[in-house]
């Protein structure tokens, strides 16, 4: 099954067309380190073996995914040019307040507001 690609105003693009994003064998690939971590761990419990080394296992399980999920991104990208993986997320409208938001130096502004209002002005205590 194939995808046509679109435009930004959601027409679609000419000449573009995506082959299926994933295959089975890539997920296989990217949760095979998973897979095994889980069945090492069930066998290791069940057999009564020493279990120090299973959280190093699943550590090196948890890198795997995710460097050969980047890897796989990278193959689609340079090697078909389907960046998708790249390009789904949109980034939220910019309305000027967005980088102090971000940086938090806007996010408790009410309270700095509050605090100058209220503890700083002896009015409201009279």
């Known amino acids: 099954m194939k995808r046509t690609c679109t435009a930004q105003d959601g027409s679609p693009a000419p000449g573009r067309v995506l082959r299926p994003t994933t295959t089975w064998r890539a997920r296989a ?72 938001f971000t940086f938090k130096t806007g996010r408790y502004s009410w309270l700095r507001k509050m605090e100058d209002e209220l503890l700083h002005d002896d009015r409201h205590l009279r």
């Open 29 to 100: 690939f990217v949760l095979g380190g998973l897979a095994f971590a889980a069945v090492y761990t069930a066998a290791t419990l069940a057999l009564d073996a020493g279990a120090e080394h299973i959280g190093a296992l699943w550590m090196g399980a948890i890198a795997w995914t995710f460097v050969s999920s980047l890897a796989g991104a990278l193959w689609r990208g340079f090697r078909h040019r389907d960046w998708s993986a790249f390009s789904r997320y949109e980034l939220p409208k910019d309305d000027g307040e967005l980088h102090e």
